[in-house]
T-cell receptor
Framework: DGGITQSPKYLFRKEGQNVTLSCEQNLNHDAMYWYRQDPGQGLRLIYYSQIVNDFQKGDIAEGYSVSREKKESFPLTVTSAQKNPTAFYLC???????????????FGPGTRLTVL | AQSVAQPEDQVNVAEGNPLTVKCTYSVSGNPYLFWYVQYPNRGLQFLLKYITGDNLVKGSYGFEAEFNKSQTSFHLKKPSALVSDSALYFCAVRPLNAGNNRKLIWGLGTSLAVNP
């Protein structure tokens, strides 16, 4: 899991509530990512950020929001608009993209969100 | 559409026997290829990657992978399986025509069970 931390490990939310998942990295990586993992569906990209104060929607951004105010931090908010938020959420980061670099992604330990 | 296939949902192998976890891809150009491993309720751990050069890539924990351009495959292998290798394995591909968005295309994962 390297220098990427996610908190909390387990999170419970009532329907209709927003909740924010934390992701912090001390690897000096420019790029950060949020994925959602559901059984049998692999990893699906929610949002990603290549640099501070910039981020792009991934494949399943609806019902989620992010911010990237600091290089080290990329919090994910799961809003009440997300209809099926129960899942395992993974944060990742990667090194700056330079010519010839492969941009390997390194993952945090994950947060399991359950909606009650 | 670009895709990554892991044709086996589950692979069973006896401890001490060689193991293979298969991955094929359909992307344009010559992509970067990755293997990750995930233990229960944990984040993904990077195992190895192929960029260019020798078709046999060696990685962590004794794993290796063979790139076959004509078959567009990148199978993960280990000469002698351990019970502790039991986990979920993901193949991922980064098309080089993805521009600067750094997105990976993920397989759905293969569950490896090594029996004592």
């Amino acid at each position: 899991d390297g220098g990427i931390t996610q908190s909390p490990k387990y999170l419970f939310r009532k329907e209709g509530q927003n909740v924010t998942l934390s992701c912090e990295q001390n690897l000096n990586h420019d790029a950060m990512y949020w994925y959602r993992q559901d059984p049998g569906q692999g990893l699906r990209l929610i949002y990603y950020s290549q640099i501070v104060n910039d981020f792009q929607k991934g494949d399943i951004a609806e019902g989620y929001s992010v911010s990237r105010e600091k290089k080290e931090s990329f919090p994910l908010t799961v809003t009440s608009a997300q209809k099926n938020p129960t899942a395992f959420y993974l944060c990742a980061s990667s090194k700056p993209l330079l010519a010839g670099r492969t941009d390997t992604q390194y993952f945090g330990p994950g947060t399991r969100l359950t909606v009650l | 559409a670009q895709s990554v296939a892991q044709p086996e949902d589950q692979v069973n192998v006896a401890e001490g026997n060689p193991l293979t976890v298969k991955c094929t891809y359909s992307v344009s150009g010559n992509p970067y290829l990755f293997w990750y491993v995930q233990y229960p309720n944990r984040g993904l751990q990077f195992l190895l990657k192929y960029i260019t050069g020798d078709n046999l890539v060696k990685g962590s924990y004794g794993f290796e992978a063979e790139f076959n351009k004509s078959q567009t495959s990148f199978h993960l292998k280990k000469p002698s399986a351990l019970v502790s290798d039991s986990a979920l394995y993901f193949c991922a591909v980064r098309p080089l025509n993805a521009g600067n968005n750094r997105k990976l295309i993920w397989g759905l994962g293969t569950s490896l069970a090594v029996n004592p």
